[in-house]
């Protein structure tokens, strides 16, 4: 059973916008914290913004002012809003869940598959 399933990637040209989509399944939906990773080709899987069950979202530098991460509970859906995208942003976007970040750290413990986000000049 799929419990993270991501949707919405594709290609964009630079200073475009896409909308990721994550359906969670209804125990993973739960999870202290919901989120989004990003992994370039030939670069570490990285951190890109987490959102708690408490409403408090972070993000990193790469992403602060350009992307917004938001829950709809009804729906069980995390999204990434992405503006002003970049050709550095190209990646596979990863959606996450796990327990709350601890001492600034998070460590999620559930994966979804992946959607590629490619953005062109």
């Known amino acids: 059973q799929v419990q993270l399933a991501e949707s919405g990637g594709g290609s964009v040209q630079a200073g475009g916008s896409l909308k990721l989509s994550c359906a969670a399944s209804?125990?993973?939906?739960?999870?202290?914290?919901l989120g989004w990773y990003r992994q370039a080709p030939g670069k570490e899987r990285e951190l890109v913004s987490t959102l708690s069950m408490y409403g408090i979202a972070s993000y990193e530098d790469s992403a602060k002012g350009r992307f917004t991460i938001s829950r709809d509970n009804a729906k069980r859906t995390l999204y990434l809003q992405m503006n002003s995208l970049k050709i550095e942003d190209t990646a596979v976007y990863y959606c996450?869940?796990?327990?709350?970040?601890?001492?600034?750290?998070?460590?999620?413990?559930?994966w979804g598959q992946g959607t590629q986000v490619t953005v062109s000049s």
């Open positions: 996450a869940a796990g327990p709350c970040p601890s001492r600034g750290k998070w460590t999620p413990n559930s």
């Open positions: 209804a125990f993973i939906f739960g999870s202290c914290a």
